[in-house]
């Protein structure tokens, strides 16, 4: 334990350390969605979860048009990250379509529960 904390110190120092998650700004989901194949027991399908904040890049690039500055500009977050989370957020969603599989698009209180508090949800 005290040589991880001496690890942990020293990547701080270092500068090595990965930053902390940024708030974004995102729609509510008040509950878990999942979306199965057809004629397939639950059970016996692998989750794929998209993340809430993965999703709303992906609306709002994708479905409402809008370019990824824009889209940064709206969830207060860089372009760069918007990059990744569209990145994430397709593969994830691709993966799960060729595999079928079981896609659960995160909710808003299942992500503030799982997670320490790195996302506003916005009611709309």
């Given at each position: 334990?005290?040589?991880?904390?001496?690890?942990?110190?020293?990547?701080?120092?270092?500068?090595?350390?990965?930053?902390?998650?940024?708030?974004?700004?995102?729609?509510?989901?008040?509950?878990?969605?999942?979306?199965?194949?057809?004629?397939?027991?639950?059970?016996?399908?692998?989750?794929?979860v998209?993340?809430?904040?993965?999703?709303?890049?992906?609306?709002?690039?994708?479905?409402?048009?809008?370019?990824?500055?824009?889209a940064?500009e709206?969830?207060?977050?860089?372009?760069?990250?918007?990059?990744r989370?569209?990145?994430?957020?397709?593969?994830?969603?691709?993966?799960?379509?060729?595999?079928?599989?079981?896609l659960?698009?995160e909710?808003?209180?299942n992500?503030?529960?799982?997670?320490?508090?790195?996302?506003?949800?916005k009611?709309?």
């Amino acid at each position: 334990m005290i040589f991880l904390a001496l690890i942990l110190a020293d990547r701080a120092a270092e500068g090595n350390m990965p930053r902390r998650r940024k708030r974004t700004t995102c729609r509510f989901l008040e509950f878990d969605r999942v979306f199965k194949p057809a004629g397939i027991p639950a059970r016996e399908l692998t989750p794929y979860v998209l993340r809430l904040d993965e999703f709303e890049a992906m609306r709002i690039c994708d479905l409402e048009g809008k370019s990824q500055i824009e889209a940064a500009e709206l969830m207060d977050i860089s372009r760069g990250t918007v990059q990744r989370l569209l990145e994430r957020g397709r593969r994830t969603l691709v993966a799960c379509l060729l595999a079928n599989q079981a896609l659960v698009l995160e909710s808003a209180l299942n992500r503030s529960a799982n997670r320490s508090d790195t996302s506003q949800m916005k009611e709309e």
